[in-house]
């Protein structure tokens, strides 16, 4: 019995990008199409299998452990990108502050999806969501070099807005204007996930 349900939930791709393999600078390199392996994108920051471990997962292994690669790409949308904006009092807010991969448009609250859900693009190229991509000074260091005091309003204003990173299932290519099916898990929520988070709090 499947355990993903495809959903009426589509998505068009409205950017892509891809962050250069030199340098520090999080911003991406605005481009029309993404060659996506096993590894991620091609030449790419992100790509790999495997990836030192970061503050994400200091709970789980020491910063710099070799793990797993689940973050070969940072999506985003354009309605939670705009609601960014709204809030940090900009017109728009780059892609390219952001170190994004996709931009994508039509899935509502698109960063709260379930981890695990995919994303399937029409040649078949498919993406996992893995979580989450929490807000980090990062951006807020480029956008407020671009626009000096507004760059403290961003982790607020992206909490819960930030997209989400994700891996590749399926190899293939995605390009601009090309219509991604939101797929989810068969699972219903666990029942004792609020008292998981508390104990967290301790």
Known sequence: MPALKPTDFMAEVRWIGRVPTQGESILSAQTDRLELSFDGP???RHSGRTRPSCSRVTTQYPRGTEIANV?????LSTEELAA???DIGLE???PIWLGASLVIEGIPDFTLVPPSSRLQG???VTLIIDMENRPCHLPA???EAMHPGKGKAFKPA???RRGVTAWVERPGTL???????LHVPDQPVWAHLNTARASLKR
């Open 141 to 143: 260091r480029e956008i």
């Open 175 to 181: 390009a601009l204007g090309d219509s991604l099916r």
């Open 71 to 75: 973050r070969q790409l940072s999506v």
């Open 42 to 44: 091609a030449e790419e």
């Open 158 to 160: 992206a909490q819960n």
């Open 84 to 86: 960014i904006a709204t």
């Open 122 to 124: 029409p040649d078949g």
């Open 92 to 94: 728009a807010i780059d």
